[in-house]
């Protein structure tokens, strides 16, 4: 059975730091793309960050140059390491792997397996 398991979330002050890290079982993750999904209370869920089968790494603007994603091979998962962080990063974060043969994960529709998320709480 595959699951992902987010871990890393919390609370922080803004300008704070946080790392995510998802850890897969049930399969191995490499040669498929992954990604970092958010859902605000009463908004629809965003894409975030992913990472594609040949390790291209792309950013929603609004995280561009504060976010990075990266493949966790030790934990056959993904990490996404998080600075200065602000209110409007507050979200349900969420792990997600893509369907075979999708180089990326930019959407719901690209993904296979998604994690039950971690709270991730910015205050000014």
């Known amino acids: 059975q595959v699951q992902l398991v987010e871990s890393g979330g919390g609370s922080v002050q803004t300008g704070g730091s946080l790392r995510l890290s998802c850890a897969a079982t049930g399969y191995s993750v490499s040669g498929f793309c992954m990604g970092w999904f958010r859902q605000a209370p009463g908004k629809e869920r965003e894409w975030v960050s992913s990472?594609?089968?040949?390790?291209?790494?792309s950013y929603t603007d609004s995280v561009k140059g504060r976010f990075t994603i990266s493949r966790d091979y030790a934990k056959n998962g993904l990490l996404l390491q998080m600075n200065s962080l602000k209110p409007e990063d507050t979200a349900m974060y969420y792990c997600a792997t893509g369907i075979p043969g999708r180089e990326y994960c930019l959407s719901g529709d690209d993904i296979a397996f998604w994690g039950q998320g971690t709270q991730v709480t910015v205050s000014s």
């Open positions: 990472i594609s089968t040949v390790g291209i790494t």
